[in-house]
């Protein structure tokens, strides 16, 4: 009998090394694990896309020759003074608290000399990013640390922060290892502890509320600033009609790609959508109510190329926001770094303990000595050039798909390589005429 | 006296009106009439001028205040003085929901009852009530003192910060992490600053007073606490 061959080892796939790791760490600590970042999952994306470019029936437009502008107007309902940026790749919101303060003047430096905005994020305007943001947008959050009129009336644009990809329906948590005595004080709270960010905001509930707190805040800025609404990707076409019912100028939609400074994995894991699956809903709710590029749309999370910018635009937005990809162009998970990395337990692209405020390349940390590390003019650089190549790319598909505008980018341009990416982008699956839950479809 | 009658003239012309009083003005005394449950009414002052509002607003009246003493001759809708910075909002009658949330100065005056949520997430106002307050009020609250002439519903000072609670009544329940703590000297001392000024010294005496705040053991997660989150 011993002669007979064994069956080999099977691993599987249900319980897989991965996941036994966790379990096997779940029951040493007895916490749930946390991290920053968006989903690592395999998730259907900008890549199952791909452009069918010009034909006999398109023209395509001369590289390098025959102009593709690149644009964008945000703000332009109701507010006095909107927003133009030379590019529609826009700066996400990310706190200082989470980011060192040189992260924060490089994603300025960077987003200006680009021609683009940043945005604030939960824990107040710092004096770095508004001196070196020419557009900044500051985000009104439930938490309203540092919250004040005089920076309401100094910023370029508010966005009201209902949730975010990452965690629709969470709010946050900076833990005490980040809290120095700067980031304590912007929040009015001791050094030290966790500072939670609450998941409703403390005076208003619901869509009718929301539109009477936009005439505040309007009213406070005298009408002049555009009013985003940012949204998690949960119930994209509901939640883009009630934020254009509330009254915003712009509707800012992030999908479960997009990166938080610190969540519990499961959250970010497990709840929410990926953002293909949600910019053709929350277009069809403009289109529906007839506000399609009257309101305009940001879509976030997962944005790495100037691919997915055209792609995301294609499908209806009129502009992008990036923050993980930003931080990564900073020198965030930099394989330079790698013994660094290493002596903190993991390996450069996947290091995601940012809420420990270890970061060794100095962006996502309180840590002094580490914070100086980083570069902010460097930084700034190389952000600037990460955009303009993004920008490039995004024109380069457009020209070969005839349009003299990103804006002209439309969905019958597309064609998708999976049935899942032809069913949630509304776009045919390759070689056929069959998208997926229309005509007929299933 | 500047006597702005809103239901002739508008919102927008009285905020951009009173947004225009810079620094010095001598015209420090403002009245507006009609105000008919109007929102945002005076929001956004930004000038050591008085406003006294004659009649009932809608929500956030006295939104993010600085400087302005602000009088309802009335009730307040939701969210009245939310996210004050500084100055003095008095109000005759009773407060809706969320009074003071995310204050983070000045004086915030009821005469009657205020509605839930009470001071939530503030963050250094001072907030006088003359009658009750609802439930869950003083939430997240992170700085900044409360003082309650009459009763506190349910889980006041939930997942409490570091701001002091007075409470002269009944509470129904204390929030997660929320409890009672001594009044020591300069406890009854703050609260008779605070009667005084939020003219209540003739209804009640701060050894009438029982002191809540943080038991602080929510302040650094730990999995042993979880039956609290």
């Known amino acids: 009998m011993s002669d007979f061959p064994h069956t080999p080892p099977k691993m599987s796939w249900t319980f897989s090394n991965d996941v036994n790791a966790e379990i096997r760490r779940a029951a040493a600590t007895g916490i749930y694990d946390i991290r920053g970042g968006g989903s690592k999952r395999r998730l259907p994306h900008f890549d199952d896309l791909l452009f069918l470019g010009a034909s006999i029936s398109r023209y395509p437009l001369e590289g390098y020759r025959e102009k593709c502008a690149t644009d964008v107007w945000l703000g332009t309902r109701f507010a006095k003074n909107p927003i133009h940026l030379d590019i529609p790749i826009t700066i996400a919101g990310m706190s200082f608290g989470a980011l060192s303060g040189p992260a924060k003047e490089a994603l300025g430096r960077g987003a200006s000399a680009a021609g683009t905005s940043t945005t604030t994020g939960d824990g107040g305007m710092t004096e770095e990013e508004r001196g070196h943001s020419k557009s900044l947008v500051y985000q009104y959050l439930p938490s309203r640390y540092g919250m004040n009129p005089d920076d309401l009336r100094r910023a370029d644009a508010i966005e009201v922060v209902v949730g975010q990809g990452a965690k629709p329906g969470g709010g946050g948590m900076l833990l005490g290892q980040k809290i120095s ?101 929350a277009v069809k709710a403009l289109q529906d109510l007839g506000m399609h590029r009257k309101v305009q749309l940001i879509v976030s999370g997962g944005i790495r190329t100037g691919a997915d910018v055209a792609k995301a635009m294609a499908l209806g937005a009129d502009a992008v926001a990036i923050g993980t990809a930003a931080l990564i162009a900073l020198g965030d998970n930099d394989p330079a770094l790698e013994a660094e990395y290493n002596k903190l337990g993991t390996t450069a692209g996947a290091y995601d303990d940012w809420h420990e405020g270890k970061d060794p390349a100095g962006i996502t940390t309180q840590n002094p000595e580490l914070a100086a590390r980083f570069d902010p003019v460097l930084g700034g650089r190389r952000l600037k050039n990460y955009l303009k190549v993004m920008t490039l790319e995004a024109q380069t598909i457009a020209r070969a798909c005839g349009k003299n505008h990103l804006h002209n980018l439309e969905p019958e341009d597309l064609c998708a390589l999976t049935i899942e990416g032809a069913a949630m982008a509304g776009v045919p699956l390759a070689g056929t005429n069959w998208i997926p839950g229309r005509n007929g479809g299933f | ?67 302005a003493s602000i009088f309802i001759k009335g009730s307040a809708g939701p969210g009245v003085a939310e996210n004050m910075m500084s100055g003095k909002v008095v109000i005759d009658g009773d407060a809706s929901q969320y009074a003071g ?79 009672e703590k001594e009044m020591r000297p300069e406890h009854y001392a703050l609260v008779e600053d605070l009667l005084r000024r939020g003219e209540a010294d003739h209804k009640a005496k701060p050894e009438q007073f029982r002191r809540y705040g943080s038991a602080r053991k929510l302040y650094n997660f730990n999995i042993d606490n979880a039956a609290a989150y």
């Not at chain 2, 620094?23 to 929001?43: L, R, S």
């Open chain 1, 181 to 281: 005595d700067r980031v304590a004080n912007m929040r009015n709270l001791p050094k030290g502890i966790d500072q939670r960010s609450a998941c409703r905001h403390p005076d208003w509930t619901g869509p009718d509320d929301l539109e009477i707190k936009i005439l505040e805040i309007r009213e406070i800025t005298n009408w002049e600033k555009p009013i985003y609404i940012k949204i998690g990707g949960a119930r994209p076409y509901y939640d883009t009609a009630l934020a254009v019912k509330a009254g915003a100028d712009v509707v800012v939609l992030d999908g479960m790609q997009g990166g938080t400074a610190a969540t519990q994995d499961v959250f970010i894991e497990n709840v929410g959508m990926p953002i293909l699956a949600c910019i053709p809903l």
């Open chain 2, 1 to 67: 006296m500047q006597t702005f009658d809103l239901s002739k003239d508008g919102l927008r012309a009285l905020n951009s009106s009173l947004h225009a009083l810079k620094g010095q003005t001598n015209m420090t005394a403002w009245e507006v009439i009609n105000p008919k449950g109007a929102h945002a009414i005076a929001a956004g002052v930004d000038a050591p001028v008085e406003i006294t509002v004659r009649g009932s607003t809608g929500y956030y009246c006295a939104g993010m205040n600085k400087q």
């Open chain 2, 101 to 179: 949330a995310t204050g983070r100065g000045g004086l915030l005056v009821i005469k009657g009852n205020a509605s839930s949520r009470c001071g939530i997430s503030m963050k250094g106002i001072e907030i006088v009530v003359h009658g009750n307050i609802g439930h869950m009020s003083c939430f997240m609250a992170q700085s900044g003192s409360v003082v309650v002439l009459g009763d506190a519903g349910e889980a006041l000072g939930d997942s409490l910060y570091e701001a002091r609670l007075f409470v002269r009544g009944k509470v129904k329940s204390l929030g997660a992490d929320c409890i």
